[in-house]
């Protein structure tokens, strides 16, 4: 079964400033992976994800993210954070092959911005 | 922009009443998931769906019930609420790639369930 771990429940960066934000996982083989987004009172909306292919994946607002099988990590990167960018962030894995309809979250990264 | 309703957004009643959570979408998608959603914890899925007729149990066991007699409607029941069932129920419905369950999923903006 897959697993995925988010290391950092709350993250403070300054507006403009750079970001990252970590996730693992634990899958025995290639896995789907994706990134989420959800603001206060909101549903999740996806960010990027990475199903094969180029190991660094743009997103939409500005995100990207870089899989490394080496390190079982994808973590979510973007150059400058905007005060729009507070929410919260989840990383997600999904098995490959049909009929596998389990699609595993963590446990997500809050992310304040200050001005 | 995602065509995924769910109502209602918040909702609070007593012990013991019964509560359908409604979740719509007009993407003609056929797979459609339930997840629950607490504070500081990862979002686990508890019923999902492959198409009309179709329901399966996910992996956190659920007093609750669903439906799909519709492809665009996927409610979710209890039957008899408690306090133990606080908390935001999330609906999602998968963009399908050439059959596989790689495609993405749209996420309702949820329904946030308080048991008195």
């Known amino acids: 079964a897959q697993s995925v771990t988010q290391p950092d429940i709350h993250i403070t960066v300054s507006e403009g400033a750079s970001l990252e934000l970590r996730c693992n996982y634990s899958?025995?083989?290639?896995?789907?992976l994706f990134w989420y987004v959800q603001s206060p009172g909101q549903g999740l909306q996806l960010l990027l994800k990475y199903f094969s292919g180029d190991t660094l994946v743009q997103g939409i607002k500005g995100f990207e993210a870089e899989f490394k099988r080496s390190q079982s990590s994808f973590n979510l990167r973007k150059p400058s954070v905007h005060w729009s960018d507070a929410a919260e962030y989840f990383c997600?894995?999904?098995?490959?092959?049909?009929?596998?309809?389990?699609?595993?979250f963590g446990t997500g990264t809050r992310l304040t911005i200050i001005p | 922009e995602a065509d995924i309703y769910q109502t209602p957004r918040y909702l609070v009643i007593g012990t013991g009443k019964k509560i359908t959570l409604e979740c719509s979408q007009t993407m003609g998608h056929d797979k459609m998931y339930w997840y629950q959603q607490d504070p500081g914890m990862e979002l686990h899925l508890i019923h999902y769906?492959?198409?009309?007729?179709?329901?399966e149990k996910g992996d956190l066991s659920s007093e609750s019930t669903v439906s799909r007699i519709r492809t665009e409607h996927f409610p979710l029941t209890l039957e008899s609420a408690r306090p133990s069932h606080t908390s935001q129920y999330l609906c999602?419905?998968?963009?399908?790639?050439?059959?596989?369950?790689?495609?993405?999923?749209?996420f309702g903006e949820g329904s946030r369930l308080t048991v008195l």
């Open positions: 899958y025995g083989a290639t896995p789907y």
């Open positions: 997600a894995v999904g098995a490959r092959g049909f009929g596998n309809e389990k699609l595993t």
């Open positions: 999602a419905s998968r963009d399908p790639l050439a059959g596989s369950n790689t495609g993405e999923l749209f």
């Open positions: 769906s492959y198409g009309v007729n179709s329901t």
